[in-house]
């Protein structure tokens, strides 16, 4: 542990930077970070500002000898940067709203990393992304890449597939989960293990272990009882009938919600706006309190309201995983990671979020064998969808865009997903303008 480290974050002025100083602040015994770079756009200059005046308070009570900058120039960070994070959302929440409201006209799901919204929201980034990996393979060819910025199974792919970048996508979902499984049995969560099988979004758990032994059945004979109710809803965000449990015989991540009961997710979305906005109006507000707190002078830690955001705990994920790759830890985190024959009945080019031994020289992914056919569909016919977005990203074809939209399964109609698209490229034209007939 000779050197000490270049992190850039991108989209650094974004709410949940303190949640990923507070990780590198709390693993500071194995994690030399010398230099943190956070990077935003012109439009993010007041939160940039605001962030990196936090994070300067949080490293000084730390005592610790990092230096911080904020930057508008993306080129000067990733300059020899060892660790390139991406956390940026191109069209901020404002772009997040549109996602969210224009399917619903056409009562088809609203959400940010599924269905039309995340098929949208691919298209912002996957330009922007693959610019940044031009200027890591110029400025900083052996840095790593960790990717949240979402849909991040599809963005991983997209770097994967177009760039030469060493890249891991990374989502919080599989530690929650093992949290709240952890929770749920009143255990360390150190103690807990999953199994998954699927991609980022669309990720099962086959199988469960406390201190190496299956629990599985122990949970599934839990989940219909009144007094874990609360507990087993953590863990997919939502109770499903016990018969739809046992039939599938694995737990669920929090988005198949949409997918195995989509006209009640779709009645509670439209229900939500009625009342509360949609998710991104709700999370501007929650911004707008977090930016107030985080201008507080005399603030020096993550405020615990940070919690309220989806992303809680992403630090841990993130910096772990930085600090396993450079300490050669070789241990397992679940990672978005190239498919390579690890589910055999998934495209081996396809990026596939599984469970992978991380060292020195990345992930390597445990191998799984054939999904069960219970849930091969499902999981083949979302990547279909992501690869064909990839390619209309990458084509800027019109009639490519239109081939992905259609093959998502959350749209069942054809001529909603043409008036969906249309309407999609005019309302997001400044970042989807480069999509042409
Ligand atoms: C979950 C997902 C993230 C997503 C977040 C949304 O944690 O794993 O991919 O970004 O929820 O949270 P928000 O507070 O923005 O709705």
Redesign the pocket.
Known sequence: MSKTLKIAVIGGGSSYTPELVEGILNRKDELPVSELWLVDIEDGRRKLEIVEALTKRMVKKSGLNIKVFATLNRREAINAADFVITQFRVGGLKA?EKDELIPLKYDVIGQ??TGPGGFAKAMRTIPVILDICREIEDLAPNAWLVN?T???GIITEAVKTHSKVKVLGL???PL?TKMDIAKLLKVDSKRVEADFVGL??MNYITNVYLDGHSILDEIIKKYNKPEYREQVEAISDIVWDIDFIKSLGMLTS??HRYYYITKTMLEEEKESVRTNGS??M??QR?EKSLFELYKDENLNVKPKELE?????Y?SDAAISLISAIHNDKNEIHTINVLNNGTITNVASDAVIEANCIVGRNGAEPIHIGAAHTKIAGLINYVKSYEKLTIKAAVSGSYHDALMAINANPLVNEYADAKAILDELLIAHKPYLDYVKE
């Not at 309220?308 to 809680?312: K, M, N, Q, V, W």
């Open positions: 997040r940010e990393t949240f979402n849909p991040a989502c919080n979902v929650c980022n979004h929090p988005y998710r991104a709700q999370v929650l309220g955001r989806g992303g809680a992403y």
